[in-house]
């Protein structure tokens, strides 16, 4: 162990020999907090090269102020069948019992904005924007696996793990604590530069890091998410009900969808962009810079026509790395069903 932390130092300090020193914040800066300027600055570095958009860094402890939060989310049983959001209620709280002797949890983030739009008519058949290219988990894993590799590879025998939806982590959470923005009152995590179309993923190390402290809320006395909401889920400033979301009616809940929510999907089919699409902070959108995320010929081409004679080759074809494959062809093809003709019967969904 004493060997690890040894060789850990060497070869940070090695590294600081190519480098110039950060300005000292204080006057009292000593070694230690030296190398751990360098090595955060590094990491955000590299993360800007790989593509992500931001960075930040947040020491890793529990989360006091979000552990009621979460448990009245629980007990009011507002993740609905999302049954995997009440497991790992400890872990979820605290990246210490994720990863062995966590001390920093990096934040990243990765816009999605696109630049052209699918047609969002009052007729039009809509799929969130986050949805028009490859499944996100795919691309952040990807690029924060070659950032784990270059922290390990230059600082030296660091311990980690790449999260991304993965496991019981939250991820706005700590995004927040790391200075990349703040959560709004649609409970998305909104960026000053870039609004809210954003992935969030994040690394935890068991490597000292220097923290970046939370910013201010900027919501002010807006409510123009809560007012546009149609199905009532954002139940009051900060709190979303996620089982009244059309996000979860049309993705994650695997039964028909409820009778008292007919007509009120404003024709979203997979995901809903409503309460972002209002936000005047997204007028700081701009598109994003990820191939992957681009819109296929094929999807930017599907008609009313299409979606609601989908076939399982198209589906499987058209989404064999999207999001989308996660409500499995009969998922789709319940949710056309209930916004062409709300009043019409739709069948349970397994699996
Ligand atoms: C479960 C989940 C959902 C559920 C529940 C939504 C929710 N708000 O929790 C459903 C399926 C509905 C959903 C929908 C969407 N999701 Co989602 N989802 C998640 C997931 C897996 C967990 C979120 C979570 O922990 N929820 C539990 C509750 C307790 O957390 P919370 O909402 O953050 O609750 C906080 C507030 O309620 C607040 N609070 C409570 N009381 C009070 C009181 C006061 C005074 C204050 C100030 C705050 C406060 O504190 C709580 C704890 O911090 C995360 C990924 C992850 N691992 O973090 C993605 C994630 C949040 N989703 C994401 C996205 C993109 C979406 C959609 C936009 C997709 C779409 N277009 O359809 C929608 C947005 C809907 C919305 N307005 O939230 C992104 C958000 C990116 C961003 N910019 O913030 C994430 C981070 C995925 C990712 N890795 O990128 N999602
Ligand atoms: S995603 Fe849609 S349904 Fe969910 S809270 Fe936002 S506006 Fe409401
Ligand atoms: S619409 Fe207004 S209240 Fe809602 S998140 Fe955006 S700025 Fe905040």
Same mark, same amino acid.
């Given at each position: 162990m004493l060997f690890l932390c040894l060789k850990r130092f060497a070869n940070q300090t090695r590294y600081l020999c190519f480098l110039q020193a950060p300005? +000292?914040?204080?006057?009292?800066?000593?070694t230690a907090d030296f190398v751990r300027q360098n090595n955060s600055q590094l990491i955000k570095n590299k993360a800007i090269e790989l593509g992500f958009d931001f960075c930040g860094i947040s020491k890793a402890d529990f989360l006091e102020v979000e552990a009621p939060r979460l448990e009245n989310w629980l007990n009011g049983q %507002?993740? #609905?069948?999302?049954?995997y959001m009440a497991n790992h209620f400890d872990k979820r709280l605290d990246p210490r019992l994720l990863v062995e002797n966590a001390k920093s949890v990096v934040s990243v983030l990765l816009n999605y904005y696109p630049e052209k739009r699918l047609p969002e008519g009052p007729d039009d058949y809509k799929i969130s924007k986050y949805a028009y290219g490859t499944d996100y988990h795919f691309v952040l894993k990807d690029k924060l696996q070659d950032l784990l590799w270059y922290v390990q590879e230059t600082i030296g025998e660091v311990g980690g793990r790449i999260f991304v939806d993965s496991a019981p982590v939250m991820d706005k959470v700590w995004a927040a604590k790391s200075g990349l923005g703040w959560v709004g009152k649609h409970s998305n995590l909104l960026n000053? /530069?870039? #609004?809210?179309?954003f992935f969030i993923g994040e690394l935890i190390l068991d490597l000292d890091l220097w923290p970046d402290g939370p910013i201010k809320d900027y919501c002010g006395t807006c409510t123009r998410c809560i007012d546009a909401c149609p199905t009532d889920a954002i139940t009051s400033p900060y709190v979303v009900d996620g089982s009244r979301c059309i996000s979860y009616f049309t993705i994650e809940l695997k039964e028909a969808i409820p009778a /008292?929510?007919? #007509? %009120? =999907?404003?024709?979203?089919? =997979? #995901?809903?962009?409503i309460c972002q699409d209002v936000c +005047?902070?997204?007028?700081?959108s701009r598109p994003h810079r990820t191939p992957e995320f681009n819109l296929s010929t094929d999807l930017e081409q599907f008609s009313n026509t299409d979606w609601e004679e989908i076939t399982q080759e198209v589906f499987a074809e058209l989404f064999r790395?999207?999001?989308?494959?996660?409500?499995k062809l009969e998922g789709i093809k319940r949710n056309v069903a209930f916004v062409k003709s709300p009043t019409e019967v739709v069948q349970n969904i397994t699996g």
């Open positions: 300005k +000292p914040t204080t006057n009292a800066m000593t %507002q993740h #609905g069948q999302m049954h000053r /530069e870039m #609004g809210s179309f /008292e929510v007919k #007509g %009120q =999907f404003e024709n979203w089919i =997979f #995901g809903c962009d +005047p902070w997204n007028r700081f790395r999207s999001a989308i494959k996660r409500t």
